[in-house]
């Protein structure tokens, strides 16, 4: 009898443990990654735009909170921020019973400031082919050459020469008197005193569709004329360059001309 009743014991001790081994089992664990590794932290810029995975296990629901204000349910939400500064990216994993897990990440955002523009490669008779269908260009043999920096959002308009409607947020000096047989380099460095703040997106895919986002244009003049020569605003540029700033306080932003071995570069740093 007394055998007995210590078996039942036992069998009961260990339905006991096995259902609160199942409990603990069953507890959800936060977690989640950036750009596809498990950082701590990054730095992005103003108005960039990164998607962080949700990894959490045993959840039934997820809640992000940006550290802004802004707050999501999505599995993989697009995080961005406007305002320079350090905030807390928060994901809550809601499991079973109540029962909820807690991890943080920082997300340093700092102003983007243009430091350098820089054109490799000039041709200044190789960018017809890019112009809208109708738009002629005389051969050149002499232009003053500039770049303006517009950022275009809301409805895309253009003008007559294929121009994108938009402010303008800089413009270079200008590049006297370029002859169409130079291939070589035009540089411009900004002065230490001028602070250019691109506060725009510009790692944000949604605003590279059909023209959004910053535009970088190259115009010329013969002194009669002026031509809009090629836009990044236009189909077919290339846009490469530093897609993780995390990995440096400065990047560089890489438009390749559709066409033409020209590229135009933009130096721009974090602070």
């Known amino acids: 009898m007394k055998n007995s009743f210590l078996s039942i014991l036992l069998a009961f001790v260990a339905l006991v443990v096995s259902c609160k081994s199942d409990v603990i089992s069953l507890q959800p664990k936060a977690s989640f990654s950036i750009d596809g590794t498990d950082v701590e932290s990054v730095t992005i810029g103003t108005h960039d735009a990164f998607y ?12 992000w ?11 993989h939400p697009k995080v961005t921020y406007a305002i320079n500064g350090n905030y807390n990216l928060t994901l809550t994993a809601f499991g079973q019973g109540g029962t909820k897990n807690v991890i943080k990440k920082t997300v340093v955002v700092k102003e983007r ?12 008779n190789s960018y017809l082919a890019e112009q809208a269908a109708g738009i002629t260009f005389p051969v050149f043999s002499k232009l ?21 409607v938009a402010p303008t947020i ?23 005193t001028q602070n250019v703040v691109i506060s725009y997106p510009v790692n944000d895919i949604d605003f590279y569709q059909g023209g959004l986002g910053l535009v970088a244009n190259l115009y010329g003049t013969n002194g009669t004329n002026t031509y ?6 236009w189909s077919g540029f290339a846009f490469s360059g530093s897609t993780n700033p995390s990995l440096s306080n400065s990047f560089n932003t890489i438009f390749a001309v559709p066409g033409s071995p020209t590229k135009l570069t933009l130096g721009i740093e974090f602070q």
């Open 170 to 192: 800089f413009r270079t000096p200008i590049y006297a008197q370029i002859d169409s047989s130079f291939h070589s380099t035009l540089a411009y460095s900004l002065p230490q």
């Open 52 to 63: 962080p995975e949700n990894l959490s296990s045993n959840a039934t629901s997820v809640v």
């Open 144 to 164: 003053d050459l500039w770049v303006e920096l517009k950022f275009s959002q809301g409805i895309v308009q253009r003008t007559s020469n294929h121009d994108i």
């Open 113 to 124: 400031i243009l430091k350098t523009i820089q054109l490799d490669k000039i041709s200044l």
């Open 65 to 75: 909170d940006f550290g802004n204000g802004t707050t999501s349910t999505d599995e």
């Open 228 to 233: 809009l020569l090629f836009s990044t605003s």
